[in-house]
């Protein structure tokens, strides 16, 4: 989730109106932003966002386009605008295919940058890039010293040790390569590039090196200044929608921070895109019709209505048609905009309805026996427990004193005691013992869940149901009296055989047999395993599967 | 005070030492007198006590006791004695009285009877001559009193001695292992005016203790008698067998949607990335799916699935398929979406669902699942936790109807009409929503996030009437009930607590 901070003055600017805090969370909500804090001594907001699809909320700039929509100091569309600059030429060099094929870029001019300004633009950067540009991958970005650049831009791959330049806030020049293997933030990101036989590089007309996307500016006109007046942007990366996006949303915080914003015209080499100005007029339009509203809000809107919260929204409306603003490229969907109406037209002013329609509930019929099943425990004076699902090799086998079998095992884990997933569940009860040594004896307990076994090449879970009883007189008759009751309960006919399981005591094990299906292993707890749960009292007990018991009655 | 019902409800050792307590205060004496163990007594008297019939009195005394030394002097007679009776006719050397007479006590002999001047001594041969002086006689005199002294009945008091055996007390105390004084406590009886009372009135007839089968066999019960309980007193605690606290509270989730007409649903803890995510239009590559950070399994490392619901899903993604929607607009991996993953999100059984032959229009469907997410394990996060989701699906539903259902799940398990609802988000439903409820100490709680699906997850599986899909934050809302802190008391392996865990009413 994009967190995001920034100082409330710097907003109410922005906005050109005072917004009290309280006041300001309740705004948020209409861009799915949440009022994480507010720091008064510093006058820091922070705001976290829950659509990780709207990335043109991340900055001050964003938060304040957004509410000056909603308390109507500006209608519609926000304006943008764009001078058209022939002379900001970017050639893109075929090599820049295979290794990261897209840039949009644009300058902006005529205003001092501050701290302020540097702080938010990199923390924009850093967030877009983050999340929306997936860590850089997809997109990343660099922002430059306008004036130390000369047209035009060339953008191309070239081989890793071929070109040397002095990386952002360094000293000495390295080659790409170099940066990959030595520089903080090149260690950082050197996975995107891995495999690559040809780096992307940036370099102007006088072969001055810009940067080396994604990874690092260079110092030399990489590197914003307190009081610089002139900036270049650009973006690049794997996807050309992502880029132009980024470019647009960023010339459009720029545009309302008081720069004037100059095109760049992208030329490609190959016939397909050719030449794309940038930032790009995507000029997005939807139809929207009346009934689509009210089918999904059940409002009765008329045109007029829906002109004004689409445009407190900040969409242009016209006749059925919605335009959408250059920095959005979330709208799939009419939905999308009817949802943004039902936002504008508040939730809390929509009325609540009940399903007209009456419908039965019901459940599995093996959850109603799998709950009978668990009153008969706890009549037998059993304490029901629950367990993850997630357990370890260690319990579920080696301490059990089997082989491996049947398991579902995890790619990866977190944590070595979850990561696999449980295929028997009378492991998880000797560990439950194991941690109630000093606890009054006896102690009975059990549990009923759901297990995962591979079967077939596929995995299938089963109901399942263990108990154990640990206390000096723990036998065998014990556990088979407990199994007895459950199926006697149910009326139900089985046969006990001799099994061997290194689980149990040899001799003393038995392999619960209905109507043909082996349901369940009843018996004493093999000494060696109690020691190897560290207990120090006998332990009877079964485990009985379910859904074969289920389905050998019915 | 009713004499009568307190006299019914004594106990046979009560019956045993209230009578011998108007005579003996002591607790020796009372169990030689009653015919009890010491600990008997004192547990007879203690409950005694405890009605308010007697009261035990602590004294603290000095007691004295004979030591080893004075036990053997009490048979042998005093070692100084026994000195002056070898050298009573005739003067002696030391090896005759060392006969009679161990190292420690000669030493200490010769001490004593140089500073009473009873004996002379000199020198012969190296070796010392002991003679009796004529101040013997007194001497001796005097040493009887001692010896009488430790005939006495020991243990004895301190403070019921005369003047004279203290002086003697206090001589022998100085002298090894002869006399031990302690501090003892011991415990007096007092009946109180009810105590009285109850002896005044006698204690009368027998009383059974237990009833039996012979008595109810022979019908002999109908003359007895029966002791009264004393039911106010605590009884040793013991554990019944206990459905699990939270468990209980699934049960009790999944009987409330029932009730209210909702169908369960299930799906397999091993899914698939289509069915977990793709199938509910959550892009391969986007940011959208960190928030699901999944466990992939080693194996079975596919699934299956229908050609045709995956080509319509890969369509929906790739272009929006026959939705009108313009999709996610990148190429999707139809490998990559059979890989298999814990189920993270109970979602994935909507889905399953919406694409079953069993689906119902119109119906109500809820899951209760468990769900699994690679994070680390703290107060609010496990690895493996339970989440409750379900659809709606009916001809004509709109956010209207979302949001009445929002409220009913508000009233029924939040127990509060006082909710908001914020626009929210999530992959699969537009309009999204979030729905806080009002909690009496903590304000806004998320209980949980419901919508309406889109149409890229909808029609892609054949669906074309309105589906609300909910899920509720079921873990956070048994927390809030059971009045838990942390998510990890909900899998509570402490035997002890879920032995004492309260039944919620």
Same mark, same amino acid.
């Given at each position: 989730m994009p967190t995001i901070s920034f100082q409330n003055k710097d907003l109410c600017d922005l906005v050109g109106k005072n917004i009290p805090i309280k006041e300001l969370a309740e705004l948020l909500e209409y861009g799915k932003g949440e009022l994480e804090s507010y720091d008064e001594e510093n006058d820091e907001v922070t705001v976290s966002f829950g659509?990780?699809?709207?990335?043109? +909320?991340?900055s001050v700039e964003g938060v304040a386009r957004l509410i000056k929509g909603l308390i109507g100091k500006q209608k519609g569309i926000p304006k943008l605008d764009i001078f058209k600059k022939s002379e900001h030429r970017l050639i893109v060099d075929k090599s820049v295919k295979n290794v990261r094929p897209y840039i949009a870029a644009f300058a902006a001019k005529g205003k001092k940058v501050d701290d302020k300004f540097i702080k938010q633009i990199i923390d924009l950067q850093e967030k877009f890039c983050d999340s929306y540009g997936r860590r850089r991958k997809k997109t990343a970005i660099g922002v430059y010293n306008y004036k130390k650049i000369k047209f035009p831009i060339h953008y191309k791959a070239t081989k890793p040790e071929s070109i040397k330049f002095v990386p952002l806030e360094y000293k000495k020049e390295m080659t790409q390569q170099e940066i990959l293997e030595d520089h903080p933030t090149g260690k950082e990101y050197a996975w995107i590039l891995e495999g690559m036989p040809k780096y992307p590089i940036l370099v102007d007309a006088n072969d001055e090196v810009l940067s080396f996307p994604p990874i690092i500016n260079s110092n030399y006109s990489g590197k914003i200044d307190i009081g610089d007046e002139d900036l270049f942007f650009e973006a690049t990366g794997e996807d050309l929608d992502s880029v132009l996006l980024a470019a647009n949303i960023f010339a459009q915080a720029f545009y309302e921070r008081g720069f004037k914003i100059e095109s760049v015209t992208v030329e490609y080499p190959d016939k397909k895109n050719d030449k794309i100005t940038t930032?790009? +007029?995507?000029d997005e339009t939807v139809k929207v019709s009346l009934s689509q509203i009210r089918d999904l809000l059940g409002l009765k809107l008329d045109e007029k209505k829906i002109k004004k919260l689409l445009e407190k929204m900040q969409f242009d409306y016209n006749k059925g048609t919605v335009k959408i603003p250059n920095y959005r490229r979330d709208i799939m969907h009419p939905v999308d905009v009817i949802e943004d109406i039902a936002i504008a037209y508040g939730y809390s002013n929509i009325d609540m309805e009940y399903m007209k329609s009456y419908t039965v509930g019901k459940t599995f019929p093996i959850v109603n026996f799998v709950d009978k099943v668990r009153e008969l425990m706890t009549g037998l004076c059993y304490q029901e427990v629950m367990s993850a699902i997630l357990s370890n090799k260690e319990v579920l086998f080696k301490k059990m004193n089997v082989k491996e079998f049947s398991l579902i095992e995890l790619? /990866?884990?977190?944590s070595k005691r979850y990561a696999v997933v449980r295929n028997w569940l009378m492991p998880g009860l000797m560990d439950v013992l194991s941690k109630n040594k000093?606890? /009054?004896?006896p102690q009975k307990i059990f549990e009923e869940g759901l297990i995962t076994a591979k079967k077939d090449k596929e995995a299938k879970d089963y109901h399942r149901i263990a108990a154990v009883s640990a206390h000096e007189g723990a036998d065998y008759t014990e556990a088979r009296q407990a199994i007895d009751f459950i199926l006697r309960g149910f009326d139900i006919d089985y046969k006990v055989m001799d099994v061997e399981h290194d689980s149990f005591i040899k001799g003393r094990v038995g392999r619960v047999i209905v109507d043909g299906k082996k349901v369940a292993y009843v018996g004493e707890i093999n000494p060696k395993v109690l020691s190897n749960f560290d207990l120090t009292v006998p332990v009877c007990g079964f485990e009985l599967n379910l859904t074969e018991l289920f389905s050998a009655i019915q | 005070m009713d004499i009568n019902k307190l006299i019914n409800k004594l106990h046979p050792l009560e019956r045993k030492v209230l009578p011998v307590l108007d005579k003996s205060e002591e607790l020796k004496d009372i169990s030689k007198k009653a015919g009890l163990k010491e600990v008997e007594a004192m547990r007879a008297l203690q409950w005694l006590s405890n009605k308010e019939i007697l009261k035990i009195k602590e004294d603290i005394k000095e007691v004295a006791e004979l030591g080893k030394n004075g036990k053997e002097y009490l048979e042998k007679g005093m070692p100084e004695k026994r000195f002056l009776d070898v050298i009573k006719d005739k003067a002696k050397d030391e090896d005759k009285i060392k006969e009679k007479l161990n190292k420690q006590e000669y030493g200490a002999c010769i001490g004593i009877l140089k500073k009473n001047s009873t004996i002379a001594i000199s020198k012969e041969k190296g070796k010392l001559k002991f003679k009796a002086t004529p101040a013997v006689k007194f001497f001796l005199e005097n040493l009887k009193k001692t010896e009488e002294f430790l005939k006495k009945d020991f243990p004895v008091e301190l403070n019921k001695l005369s003047t004279e055996e203290r002086k003697i007390l206090e001589e022998l105390k100085k002298r090894k292992d002869i006399i031990e004084v302690d501090i003892k406590k011991s415990k007096r009886i007092e009946l109180t005016d009810i105590g009285k009372r109850i002896l005044k009135k006698g204690i009368k007839g027998k009383v059974e203790d237990k009833l039996t089968s012979e008595m109810l066999k022979k019908g002999s019960w109908k003359n007895k008698k029966f002791r009264g309980y004393d039911v106010s007193i605590n009884v040793p605690v013991k554990f019944g067998g206990k459905k699990q606290h939270y468990r209980r509270f699934l049960d009790e989730v999944r009987n409330k949607f029932i009730s209210l007409g909702f169908i369960e649903m299930d799906g397999p803890i091993v899914e698939s990335d289509f069915w977990d995510m793709d199938v509910l239009y959550m892009p391969q590559f986007h940011s959208a799916r960190d928030i699901h950070e999944a466990y992939y399994v080693k194996d079975p490392e596919f699934s299956d699935i229908s050609k045709k619901i995956l080509d319509n899903v890969k369509k929906a993604h790739e272009n929006g398929f026959d939705t009108g929607s313009k999709g996610w607009g990148y190429k999707f991996d139809p490998l990559r979406t059979k890989r298999n993953l814990l189920r993270t999100q109970g979602t994935a059984c909507s889905a399953r669902m919406l694409a079953s032959d069993e689906l119902k229009i119109p119906a109500k469907y809820f899951a209760i699942t468990r769900c699994f997410r690679y994070d680390v394990i703290d107060a609010t996060h496990l690895p493996d936790f339970n989440q409750v989701e379900g659809i709606v699906v009916e001809e004509g539903l709109n956010i209207k109807h979302l949001f009445g259902l929002l409220q009913m799940f508000a009233r029924k398990f939040a127990d509060t009409e006082e909710i908001k609802l914020v626009p929210g988000y999530f992959p699969?439903?537009?309009?999204s929503v979030e729905l806080f409820a009002k909690h009496p100490e903590l304000g806004w709680i998320e209980l949980g996030g419901a919508g309406i699906f889109r149409p890229e997850v909808t029609k892609p599986l054949g669906i074309n009437v309105p589906v609300i899909a909910w899920g509720l934050g079921i873990d956070r809302i048994a927390m809030f009930k059971l009045g838990l802190k942390d998510i990890r008391d909900l899998f509570s392996h402490n035997l002890d607590v879920l032995r004492k865990t309260k039944v919620n009413i």
């Amino acid at each position: 989730m994009p967190t995001i901070s920034f100082q409330n003055k710097d907003l109410c600017d922005l906005v050109g109106k005072n917004i009290p805090i309280k006041e300001l969370a309740e705004l948020l909500e209409y861009g799915k932003g949440e009022l994480e804090s507010y720091d008064e001594e510093n006058d820091e907001v922070t705001v976290s966002f829950g659509d990780t699809n709207l990335p043109y +909320l991340w900055s001050v700039e964003g938060v304040a386009r957004l509410i000056k929509g909603l308390i109507g100091k500006q209608k519609g569309i926000p304006k943008l605008d764009i001078f058209k600059k022939s002379e900001h030429r970017l050639i893109v060099d075929k090599s820049v295919k295979n290794v990261r094929p897209y840039i949009a870029a644009f300058a902006a001019k005529g205003k001092k940058v501050d701290d302020k300004f540097i702080k938010q633009i990199i923390d924009l950067q850093e967030k877009f890039c983050d999340s929306y540009g997936r860590r850089r991958k997809k997109t990343a970005i660099g922002v430059y010293n306008y004036k130390k650049i000369k047209f035009p831009i060339h953008y191309k791959a070239t081989k890793p040790e071929s070109i040397k330049f002095v990386p952002l806030e360094y000293k000495k020049e390295m080659t790409q390569q170099e940066i990959l293997e030595d520089h903080p933030t090149g260690k950082e990101y050197a996975w995107i590039l891995e495999g690559m036989p040809k780096y992307p590089i940036l370099v102007d007309a006088n072969d001055e090196v810009l940067s080396f996307p994604p990874i690092i500016n260079s110092n030399y006109s990489g590197k914003i200044d307190i009081g610089d007046e002139d900036l270049f942007f650009e973006a690049t990366g794997e996807d050309l929608d992502s880029v132009l996006l980024a470019a647009n949303i960023f010339a459009q915080a720029f545009y309302e921070r008081g720069f004037k914003i100059e095109s760049v015209t992208v030329e490609y080499p190959d016939k397909k895109n050719d030449k794309i100005t940038t930032p790009f +007029l995507f000029d997005e339009t939807v139809k929207v019709s009346l009934s689509q509203i009210r089918d999904l809000l059940g409002l009765k809107l008329d045109e007029k209505k829906i002109k004004k919260l689409l445009e407190k929204m900040q969409f242009d409306y016209n006749k059925g048609t919605v335009k959408i603003p250059n920095y959005r490229r979330d709208i799939m969907h009419p939905v999308d905009v009817i949802e943004d109406i039902a936002i504008a037209y508040g939730y809390s002013n929509i009325d609540m309805e009940y399903m007209k329609s009456y419908t039965v509930g019901k459940t599995f019929p093996i959850v109603n026996f799998v709950d009978k099943v668990r009153e008969l425990m706890t009549g037998l004076c059993y304490q029901e427990v629950m367990s993850a699902i997630l357990s370890n090799k260690e319990v579920l086998f080696k301490k059990m004193n089997v082989k491996e079998f049947s398991l579902i095992e995890l790619k /990866e884990y977190m944590s070595k005691r979850y990561a696999v997933v449980r295929n028997w569940l009378m492991p998880g009860l000797m560990d439950v013992l194991s941690k109630n040594k000093s606890v /009054e004896y006896p102690q009975k307990i059990f549990e009923e869940g759901l297990i995962t076994a591979k079967k077939d090449k596929e995995a299938k879970d089963y109901h399942r149901i263990a108990a154990v009883s640990a206390h000096e007189g723990a036998d065998y008759t014990e556990a088979r009296q407990a199994i007895d009751f459950i199926l006697r309960g149910f009326d139900i006919d089985y046969k006990v055989m001799d099994v061997e399981h290194d689980s149990f005591i040899k001799g003393r094990v038995g392999r619960v047999i209905v109507d043909g299906k082996k349901v369940a292993y009843v018996g004493e707890i093999n000494p060696k395993v109690l020691s190897n749960f560290d207990l120090t009292v006998p332990v009877c007990g079964f485990e009985l599967n379910l859904t074969e018991l289920f389905s050998a009655i019915q | 005070m009713d004499i009568n019902k307190l006299i019914n409800k004594l106990h046979p050792l009560e019956r045993k030492v209230l009578p011998v307590l108007d005579k003996s205060e002591e607790l020796k004496d009372i169990s030689k007198k009653a015919g009890l163990k010491e600990v008997e007594a004192m547990r007879a008297l203690q409950w005694l006590s405890n009605k308010e019939i007697l009261k035990i009195k602590e004294d603290i005394k000095e007691v004295a006791e004979l030591g080893k030394n004075g036990k053997e002097y009490l048979e042998k007679g005093m070692p100084e004695k026994r000195f002056l009776d070898v050298i009573k006719d005739k003067a002696k050397d030391e090896d005759k009285i060392k006969e009679k007479l161990n190292k420690q006590e000669y030493g200490a002999c010769i001490g004593i009877l140089k500073k009473n001047s009873t004996i002379a001594i000199s020198k012969e041969k190296g070796k010392l001559k002991f003679k009796a002086t004529p101040a013997v006689k007194f001497f001796l005199e005097n040493l009887k009193k001692t010896e009488e002294f430790l005939k006495k009945d020991f243990p004895v008091e301190l403070n019921k001695l005369s003047t004279e055996e203290r002086k003697i007390l206090e001589e022998l105390k100085k002298r090894k292992d002869i006399i031990e004084v302690d501090i003892k406590k011991s415990k007096r009886i007092e009946l109180t005016d009810i105590g009285k009372r109850i002896l005044k009135k006698g204690i009368k007839g027998k009383v059974e203790d237990k009833l039996t089968s012979e008595m109810l066999k022979k019908g002999s019960w109908k003359n007895k008698k029966f002791r009264g309980y004393d039911v106010s007193i605590n009884v040793p605690v013991k554990f019944g067998g206990k459905k699990q606290h939270y468990r209980r509270f699934l049960d009790e989730v999944r009987n409330k949607f029932i009730s209210l007409g909702f169908i369960e649903m299930d799906g397999p803890i091993v899914e698939s990335d289509f069915w977990d995510m793709d199938v509910l239009y959550m892009p391969q590559f986007h940011s959208a799916r960190d928030i699901h950070e999944a466990y992939y399994v080693k194996d079975p490392e596919f699934s299956d699935i229908s050609k045709k619901i995956l080509d319509n899903v890969k369509k929906a993604h790739e272009n929006g398929f026959d939705t009108g929607s313009k999709g996610w607009g990148y190429k999707f991996d139809p490998l990559r979406t059979k890989r298999n993953l814990l189920r993270t999100q109970g979602t994935a059984c909507s889905a399953r669902m919406l694409a079953s032959d069993e689906l119902k229009i119109p119906a109500k469907y809820f899951a209760i699942t468990r769900c699994f997410r690679y994070d680390v394990i703290d107060a609010t996060h496990l690895p493996d936790f339970n989440q409750v989701e379900g659809i709606v699906v009916e001809e004509g539903l709109n956010i209207k109807h979302l949001f009445g259902l929002l409220q009913m799940f508000a009233r029924k398990f939040a127990d509060t009409e006082e909710i908001k609802l914020v626009p929210g988000y999530f992959p699969f439903t537009e309009p999204s929503v979030e729905l806080f409820a009002k909690h009496p100490e903590l304000g806004w709680i998320e209980l949980g996030g419901a919508g309406i699906f889109r149409p890229e997850v909808t029609k892609p599986l054949g669906i074309n009437v309105p589906v609300i899909a909910w899920g509720l934050g079921i873990d956070r809302i048994a927390m809030f009930k059971l009045g838990l802190k942390d998510i990890r008391d909900l899998f509570s392996h402490n035997l002890d607590v879920l032995r004492k865990t309260k039944v919620n009413i």
